[in-house]
C-alpha cells in the first residue's frame, strides 16, 4: 500500500482547486479549461436555440440545431476521453499522488451518472491505495463521458427521424446538465493533478494533451426527415 507523504496529509481538493498555480502550470490549465469551456458554451447555445425553436413550433430548424448540438457534444466527448486516459497513465507513475474524491450521485440527475457516480463511491471506500484512486476515478469519468454522449445522439437521433419525440427532449435536458458536471469534475481532477506533477514532466505532459484525442468522431448533421 502507498504511503501519502507529509505534504499529502496536509492538504485537501478543495485546498489544490483554490491553489495559485506556477505559471508554466497555469498557462496549461487555463488553455485546455478555456478550449473545453467554449466547445461547451457552443453546444449549450445550439441545444438552447433548438428549445426555443421547438417553443416557438419552428420544428425543422429545432431538429437542425440538436443534430448541430450532438456533433459539438462528440467532438467535447473525445477530448475529455483523450484527456482522462493520458492523465491516468502518467498518473501510475509520478511519484506525488494527485488527490481526488469520489464522484457525488447527487450532483446528477440521469440513471447512467447516477449509477456510476455511486459505483465510484463504493470502490474509493474499499481500493487500497490512493493512486489506484485516482486511475479509477477518471476510468469512471471517461466512460461516463463517453455513455453521456451516446444516449445525447440517441435522443438528437429520434427527434430528428420521430413525429412524437416530446420525451427526448426531456432527456436531452438531462444528459445536458450531467455532462457539464463531468466536465466540472474533469476540472478539478486536472487541477489536482497539475499540483502533483513534477516541474520537469510539465513540457512532455503537455505535449500528449495535445496529441491525447482517440481518433474517432462523428462528422455529420442529421437533417430531419419529418415535417415540420
Not at 459539438?72 to 476521453?81: A, E, Q
Request: hydrophobic share 45%; charged share 25%.
Amino acid at each position: 500500500m502507498e504511503k501519502p507523504t507529509s505534504h499529502y496529509l496536509q492538504r485537501g481538493v478543495t485546498d489544490d482547486w483554490i491553489r495559485a498555480l506556477p505559471r508554466e502550470k497555469n498557462q496549461i490549465f487555463e488553455g485546455i479549461a478555456r478550449r473545453w469551456e467554449s466547445s461547451f458554451a457552443m453546444m449549450s447555445v445550439a441545444l438552447d436555440d433548438a428549445l426555443a425553436m421547438r417553443a416557438r413550433g419552428e420544428l425543422v430548424c429545432a431538429r437542425q440545431h440538436v443534430s448541430i448540438s450532438a456533433v459539438l457534444l462528440n467532438r467535447l466527448s473525445i477530448s475529455l476521453v483523450g484527456f482522462c486516459e493520458s492523465l491516468a497513465n502518467r498518473g501510475r507513475y509520478i511519484r506525488e499522488i494527485p488527490l481526488v474524491e469520489p464522484l457525488n450521485a447527487a450532483f446528477f440527475r440521469g440513471n447512467t451518472a447516477q449509477m456510476a457516480a455511486a459505483w465510484n463511491g463504493i470502490l474509493h471506500h474499499v481500493i487500497f491505495g490512493d493512486r489506484q484512486r485516482f486511475v479509477h476515478k477518471l476510468r469512471i469519468l471517461s466512460s461516463t463521458v463517453e455513455q453521456l454522449e451516446r444516449e445525447f445522439d440517441k435522443a438528437a437521433r429520434d427527434i430528428s427521424e420521430s413525429e412524437t419525440p416530446a420525451k427526448c427532449w426531456g432527456v436531452l435536458d438531462h444528459l445536458h446538465y450531467d455532462f457539464n458536471t463531468c466536465l466540472r469534475e474533469a476540472e478539478v481532477v486536472f487541477k489536482s493533478f497539475l499540483c502533483a506533477l513534477p516541474t520537469e514532466q510539465l513540457a512532455a505532459f503537455a505535449g500528449e494533451i495535445e496529441n491525447a484525442a482517440p481518433k474517432r468522431t462523428r462528422m455529420r448533421l442529421r437533417l430531419t426527415r419529418a415535417s415540420a
